[in-house]
């Protein structure tokens, strides 16, 4: 059945034991994981991936591993992420079992309405779906302010914008830089604290981690530079993810300020009307890339980085390390073409 506008909060914190399977798709995928991950903390389990490809031709065996109870004991969820159309079978499989002890969680992006995983999900009173919208400006903002409550903080003005803008509106990340700035102002709910710029800028400058750098050397253009930072990364690619994740939340920084531009407003305007939402730092760096970048060019970056992010989550790409030198490289000897 699909979720209650409104319900989906008390849905995952007080979960329902009739359902087994849980279908978390839409545009953002951070909340979609953040809500799965709710899920497993409220039935006090723990995760048990299961990959989508491996049910496409076992389909009875995600109900036999959501009905095995486990020998020592604990509550296990079954993590299904990503998730497609292979599942269908699998999913039919679970909902016409006769019994189930671990409910199933899947996460996949944006489904059509003729998707029958969605209308499976939909329909059927023992599963539970919901979509996870991308958040706008104004909605980041907000939830920079309610998850910084929670962690002891007062959000000073600019301050949730700039949190939002750096970490590209992703929620898991400003769930993560926040319990870092609580740490480090020692905050807690008991003892609540003022978040201002200078914490920002002590611990949280760059939002978007120490992987920026090598997305920005591939953006402007900098192939000695960026080959000499991918020579110092981790050879097994454990920082492919990352790092791809920071481009896609830089381009998310450029797009509307690029926008902006292309519909007549002057770049150095456009940065001074985003206040403190814009780091300092980043100011030069943005306003080359602004001259540097059309919007169709950083439409295609960024439909070429989430690519990859597919591919590197199912490990259908060569080695991690190796895809992601290749995809950087090639951006940045397009951006020297310009």
Known sequence: ????????????????????????????????SALGDRLVTALKANKHALAGGSLRGDPALLADEAGA???????KVIWIQPAGEEIVSA???????GACENPVVAITGKLGKTSGLLKLADAHPLALSHVSYELDARDAE????????????????????????????????????????????DASPNAPKDLGPDALDAVGADMAGDFSSVGD???????????????????GGKDSIPIVRSL????????????????GERAQAVMTSMGKALFWKDKPFVER?????????????????????????????????????EELITIARQARRR
């Open 1 to 32: 059945m699909k979720s209650v506008k409104g319900s989906i909060g008390r849905s995952v914190d007080e979960p329902d034991p009739k359902v087994r399977f849980y279908l978390f798709h839409g545009t953002d995928e951070s909340q979609s």
């Open 69 to 75: 109870i486990d020998m020592f004991g604990g509550s």
């Open 91 to 97: 999913v039919e499989a679970l909902l016409d079992a």
């Open 142 to 185: 907000r939830l920079v302010a309610d998850l910084a409550r929670t962690e002891g903080l007062r959000a000073q003005p600019g301050v949730a914008a700039r949190i939002a803008l750096g970490c590209g509106n992703d929620r898991r990340m400003i769930a993560q830089e926040l319990a870092k700035l609580a740490l480090y102002l």
């Open 217 to 235: 050397l591939a953006l402007g253009g900098d192939v000695r530079g960026l080959s000499e930072a991918l020579s110092r990364m981790d050879s």
């Open 248 to 263: 896609q939340r830089r381009l998310q920084m450029l797009a509307p300020i690029r926008a902006r531009v292309d519909s």
């Open 289 to 325: 890339m602004i001259g540097l970048w059309d919007s169709a060019g950083l439409a295609r970056v960024s439909e070429r980085a989430g690519a990859l992010e597919r591919r590197l989550m199912r490990g259908d790409a060569p080695p991690a390390a190796e895809a992601l030198g």
